[in-house]
């Protein structure tokens, strides 16, 4: 679990996925989608009306689609063509821009978003200081970048990578790997060091209660399985920063 390991993320799985995305139980992304159930309403609530906004790492479009719902203007990027695909296919709205892109050199201009969004993607990537560098260039002065990842410690090892691997079927091969999980304190240095201030962080974990129990016994990732926010930043945690005004020169 040392932070030098040199495992190879998995990101090659989300092509697969198809329908799955939205539909599938027996997979990890069933529970992306319950914690996107969380997440979702926060970020709505926070975010400004009709603001300008940016998903990188979009997979298959629950934030982006549901935001565009809500009158915003959203462009989303991703890696996997396939995902594109199924977002589009769900996109009610027909307006998101989406596009094959990488998050290391985002198709922006700088200063084009009032929000910027990365969910987990900051632990899918070798270089996080980079797309969180690029985040920052396509953000306006005092725009919002909002995160969510896992904590680096022997708990979210446990709990997030074997845990998974245990409890929910057809879990991918390094879906996760330890080594890119980030500590708190780590990305705030990085947001930092691109002109971005924590404004908020939360604790992220699964409810326990029956349907976790179910999901550990059964197998399957049930319906009414849910995430909530907590004091604790051990395992997940999101939260957004704000960026900084532009530099003055003297």
């Known amino acids: 679990m040392e932070r030098h390991s040199k495992k190879t993320i998995n990101n090659s799985f989300y092509d697969q996925l198809g329908e799955d995305w939205y539909t599938g139980n027996d997979h990890p992304i069933a529970l992306l989608r ?4 969380l997440r979702i309403p926060w970020i709505a609530k926070t975010i400004p009306p009709s603001s300008a906004v940016l998903d990188i790492g979009c997979g298959a479009g629950f934030l982006t689609n549901e935001l565009a719902k809500k009158g915003h203007q959203v462009s989303g990027i991703d ?33 084009s978003f009032d929000v910027v969004c990365a969910m987990d993607v900051l632990e899918h990537v070798e270089n996080p200081n980079q797309l969180i560098r690029e985040a920052s260039r396509v953000l306006k002065p005092k725009g919002l970048f909002f995160f969510h990842t896992f904590n680096r410690n022997p708990l ?3 709990l997030v990578i074997k845990g998974v691997d245990w409890c929910v079927p057809n879990a991918p091969k390094n879906m996760h ?12 240095e990085m947001c930092e060091s691109h002109r971005m201030t924590f404004q908020t962080l939360l604790g992220f974990e699964p409810r326990f209660s029956k349907p976790l129990w179910k999901m550990v016994f059964q197998r399957r990732v049930p319906p ?7 004091r604790s930043l051990k395992t997940g945690y999101c939260g957004y920063a704000k960026k900084r005004g532009s530099l003055t020169l003297i």
Do not use: G
Request: cysteine-free.
């Open 34 to 37: 319950a914690e996107n159930a």
């Open 177 to 188: 790997v330890y080594h890119l999980f980030i500590k708190p304190k780590e990305l705030e």
């Open 224 to 230: 009414d399985f849910s995430f909530k926010f907590s």
């Open 156 to 158: 979210s090892y446990l």
């Open 79 to 111: 890696l996997s063509e396939e995902s594109l695909r199924v977002a589009m296919r769900y996109d009610a709205t027909r307006s998101v821009d989406y596009q094959l892109a990488t998050a290391y050199s985002l198709p922006h201009p700088d200063e």
